[in-house]
């Protein structure tokens, strides 16, 4: 079963950056579109970055676009999240999931991805 590890949450003052890692234990990442969602406190978790199997294409929700970047190392079965210009209301748990990337490989539903990891917290405060 694949097993999906992030880390490098942590607490930030606003304006501030933070890159996010997920490690995933799998000999078939390379096959699989990956997305970031995130979980706010009392709100429903969202999807905000995916890309696709290759890398070479990406797609984000507007409230990250232009401030966060996704990235993925196949040779290295590692997913990131390199986020910019932090807000507060970026708080929130970070979680990584998988799924086949079959069309559309952009899709940011829940509902659709089949393994995920545990999460990482990301404060932003002053």
């Known amino acids: 079963q694949a097993q999906l590890v992030e880390s490098g949450g942590g607490s930030v003052q606003p304006g501030g950056s933070l890159k996010l890692s997920c490690v995933v234990s799998w000999l078939n990442f390379r096959q699989h579109c990956m997305a970031w969602f995130r979980q706010a406190p009392q709100k429903e978790r969202e999807g905000i970055a995916v890309?696709?199997?290759?890398?070479?294409?990406?797609h984000y929700a507007d409230s990250v676009k232009d401030r966060f970047t996704i990235s993925r190392d196949n040779a290295e079965n590692t997913l990131y999240l390199q986020m910019n210009k932090l807000a507060p209301e970026d708080t929130g748990m970070y979680y990584c999931?998988?799924?086949?990337?079959?069309?559309?490989?952009?899709?940011?539903?829940?509902?659709?991805?089949?393994?995920w990891g545990q999460g990482t917290q990301v404060t932003v405060s002053s």
């Open positions: 999931a998988a799924r086949l990337c079959i069309s559309p490989w952009s899709s940011l539903t829940e509902s659709e991805y089949n393994d």
């Open positions: 890309i696709s199997s290759g890398g070479g294409n990406t």
